[in-house]
């Protein structure tokens, strides 16, 4: 009988040595925890762990204090956090956590079938204080080299800007004088598509790119950014730093102003093409009448061809950069004693206007009617017979 009895007390010993090492086993309860950080980078931190959501527990057992209760009992546990963040004035943040855990309670005679709280053993508040400072000391760097790279793009902004500012000045050195009795400047785009804004801001719409060789008038200067004349009453925005200086000096500036003191422009129509020329028979396209300019009644037939080819690369560039349907032709009308139609597609204009085919070619190409209103032009040996294969509209 006495060594049955030292046999249950050295069981009995047994049971509460095994009870205290699982006690032992389960995580010390730590409910608050300080971080060098501020309440609002650690409510952030938090979110981003889900810590302000409920989530389901797969069991009771090991999350709450077990003493007289019988786990098999109770279904669906479930648990949440209360957070309370307490900011010090040194910057430094004290987060005290507070795990509240419930599961449904089956009772077997169905009378008292609940849900119940329970007391958690401090297992859920560590891991979640665990997981905050490993997700604070992962993200540290990142932070630390997003700081810095934020500081070096506010540099080179700021470097940009000197040196727009100072490619201002130099500009405002470099430009070529006004011509006489005019303060007109011109400046052209590098061949490469600059984009033209509709405010002098990168963030505005882009209202065009410019083609290669393109000329625009300076209409405004505003800092690092100048306003071009686009035609038809409409303007746009480029940096300074992406203009190139130079005078009115292509085929199309000089050639419309030269003959500008010949004809007058009266009318412009967008029509459907009459006339029998194959290559615009039945597409539509731009009339436009010519009058002679004071009393002469006839002109020469080289002023009209030139005449001719500076309204063609005017109305393409206005058709190019603007924001209507461009027409597929260009015709113009002369109403001088002899007359005369002069044609052409709009992409044998581009062609030849962006120095894709030379004079002769694109001559060759256009229809010019009769001819001989177009003859006289000095040309080389190589040019064209020209072509008459249109009639005028009906007017």
Request: aromatic share 8%.
């Amino acid at each position: 009988m006495r060594h049955t009895g030292h046999q249950g007390i050295a069981f009995v010993w047994l049971i509460l040595l095994s009870g205290y090492l699982q006690a032992a086993e389960i995580p010390k309860e730590t409910q608050e925890r300080e971080y060098a950080a501020s309440s609002a980078t650690l409510k952030a931190a938090l979110e981003q762990l889900g810590a302000y959501r409920g989530n389901p527990l797969p069991t009771l057992e090991g999350f709450i204090q077990t003493e007289r209760v019988e786990l098999d009992q109770y279904q669906r546990p479930y648990y949440e956090f209360k957070i309370e963040l307490v900011e010090s004035p040194s910057g430094r943040t004290l987060v005290r956590v507070k795990a509240n855990v419930s599961a449904w309670y089956a009772d077997p005679k169905g009378a008292q079938s609940a849900y119940h709280s329970f007391e958690s053993n401090g297992r859920l508040e560590s891991d979640l204080l665990d997981r905050l400072s490993e997700y604070l000391n992962k993200h540290k760097a990142t932070s630390a080299d997003a700081d810095s790279l934020t500081k070096q793009i506010a540099a080179v902004r700021q470097q940009r800007l000197e040196v727009e500012r100072h490619i201002s000045e130099l500009e405002k050195q470099t430009l070529p004088p006004p011509t006489p009795g005019s303060s007109t400047q011109y400046v052209s785009l590098p061949k490469l598509r600059n984009s033209i804004f509709s405010a002098p801001e990168e963030r505005s719409p882009v209202l065009l790119r410019g083609q290669s060789e393109d000329e625009f008038e300076v209409l405004e200067r505003r800092g690092a950014w100048v306003r071009l004349g686009l035609g038809d009453n409409r303007s746009g925005w480029v940096k300074s730093s992406q203009l190139l200086p130079k005078p009115p000096s292509s085929a199309t500036a000089s050639a419309v102003r030269g003959e500008a003191t010949a004809f007058t422009v009266i009318r412009e129509v967008s029509s459907t093409f009459s006339g029998d020329w194959r290559r615009l028979k039945g597409k539509k396209v731009l009339y436009i009448w010519a009058r002679p300019e004071g009393s002469s009644l006839n002109v020469k037939a080289g002023r009209k061809l030139r005449f001719a080819q500076a309204t063609f690369s005017e109305r393409y560039r206005q058709a190019v950069h603007g924001s209507q349907v461009s027409p597929d032709g260009i015709v113009v009308i002369f109403l001088d004693q002899q007359g005369g139609v002069a044609a052409a597609t709009l992409s044998d204009i581009g062609l030849w206007v962006e120095g894709a085919i030379t004079e002769p070619v694109f001559l060759s190409r256009c229809s010019l009617d009769p001819s001989s209103a177009f003859i006289g032009v000095s040309r080389t040996s190589d040019a064209p017979k020209l072509n008459s294969e249109s009639s005028p509209p009906s007017r």
